[in-house]
């Protein structure tokens, strides 16, 4: 990863992949051409896509920069990632996660959309074929261009074609990839969740009154007590 540029990087774990991924774009749509399949048709995808995600991906209503076929080809995707992504949350809650739940919400900052940054298994990273295939998905059907890599992380970071830097909107914002999605939703699965600086949204601890309980009854300073409430993401 090149030092200097902001990347988001988190994981997604489950039965059928273990990726680790980034990005959140804005948002922004425009006048569409006539819907190819009707809502009601698509009944079927409603545990995995709502009927408004439909409307939004086939429909004249709306429409995004990508094509027809190609928002035929992230909806597939999209099914198939929440559906591995159901089964994975599924599976972790029986192990009793996330210790975190998601505060706050979205204050459009874009930061995470400076510099999307996808792990990859160290097989299919080394592998030339493998590599090939994942850079040109994301470049052809996810408008991520490839910027750099790290070979400790085994992960790529890419520059994102649909966000606009200076508007922070994106210009397909409905047919957007499933890690778009779930960001940063995800992070709360992990053993420290880290945000980026402007971002409004955070993590707070399950538990936070009892730890918060339990610092009130020591002779902590204020000081230890306010980086303690940071560390251990105590605020409520």
Same mark, same amino acid.
């Given at each position: 990863?090149?030092?200097? +540029?902001?990347?988001? =990087?988190?994981?997604?774990? #489950?039965?059928?992949?273990?990726?680790?991924? &980034? /990005?959140?774009? @804005?948002?922004?749509?425009?006048?569409?051409?006539?819907?190819?399949?009707?809502?009601?048709?698509?009944?079927?995808?409603?545990?995995?896509?709502?009927?408004?995600?439909?409307?939004?991906?086939?429909?004249?209503?709306?429409?995004?920069?990508?094509?027809?076929?190609?928002?035929?080809?992230?909806?597939?995707?999209?099914?198939?990632?929440?559906?591995?992504?159901? +089964?994975?949350?599924? =599976?972790?809650?029986?192990? #009793?996660?996330?210790?975190?739940?998601?505060? &706050? /919400?979205?204050? @459009?900052?874009?930061?995470?959309?400076?510099?999307?940054?996808?792990?990859?298994?160290?097989?299919?990273?080394?592998?030339?074929?493998?590599?090939?295939?994942?850079?040109?998905?994301?470049?052809?059907?996810?408008?991520?261009?490839?910027?750099?890599?790290?070979?400790?992380?085994?992960?790529?970071?890419?520059?994102?074609?649909?966000?606009?830097?200076?508007?922070?909107?994106?210009?397909?914002?409905?047919?957007?990839? #499933?890690?778009?999605?779930?960001?940063?939703?995800?992070?709360?699965? @992990?053993?420290?969740?880290?945000?980026?600086?402007?971002?409004?949204?955070?993590?707070?601890?399950?538990?936070?009154?009892?730890?918060?309980?339990?610092?009130?009854?020591?002779?902590?300073?204020?000081?230890?007590?306010?980086?303690?409430?940071?560390?251990?993401?105590?605020?409520?």
């Amino acid at each position: 990863m090149q030092k200097g +540029v902001e990347a988001c =990087i988190f994981t997604q774990t #489950g039965p059928l992949t273990t990726i680790q991924y &980034g /990005s959140r774009p @804005g948002r922004a749509i425009e006048a569409c051409a006539s819907p190819i399949i009707p809502t009601r048709r698509l009944a079927i995808f409603r545990p995995v896509v709502n009927n408004e995600f439909v409307a939004q991906l086939f429909h004249r209503e709306v429409c995004v920069r990508d094509g027809r076929l190609l928002r035929v080809i992230k909806f597939v995707a999209l099914c198939r990632f929440r559906i591995d992504l159901a +089964v994975t949350r599924f =599976i972790l809650k029986l192990r #009793g996660e996330p210790h975190y739940r998601l505060t &706050g /919400s979205c204050n @459009g900052c874009g930061a995470c959309c400076e510099a999307p940054t996808i792990r990859v298994h160290p097989l299919l990273f080394n592998l030339k074929p493998c590599r090939d295939v994942i850079l040109a998905w994301h470049l052809h059907v996810n408008g991520f261009e490839y910027v750099s890599e790290d070979k400790e992380t085994f992960s790529f970071t890419f520059r994102c074609s649909h966000y606009d830097r200076e508007t922070k909107q994106c210009d397909s914002y409905d047919s957007r990839p #499933g890690m778009c999605r779930d960001y940063p939703r995800n992070l709360i699965y @992990g053993v420290n969740p880290q945000f980026f600086p402007d971002c409004s949204l955070k993590a707070t601890a399950k538990n936070a009154a009892s730890f918060i309980q339990a610092l009130d009854s020591t002779d902590l300073t204020p000081e230890q007590r306010e980086k303690l409430h940071k560390e251990l993401h105590l605020d409520v």
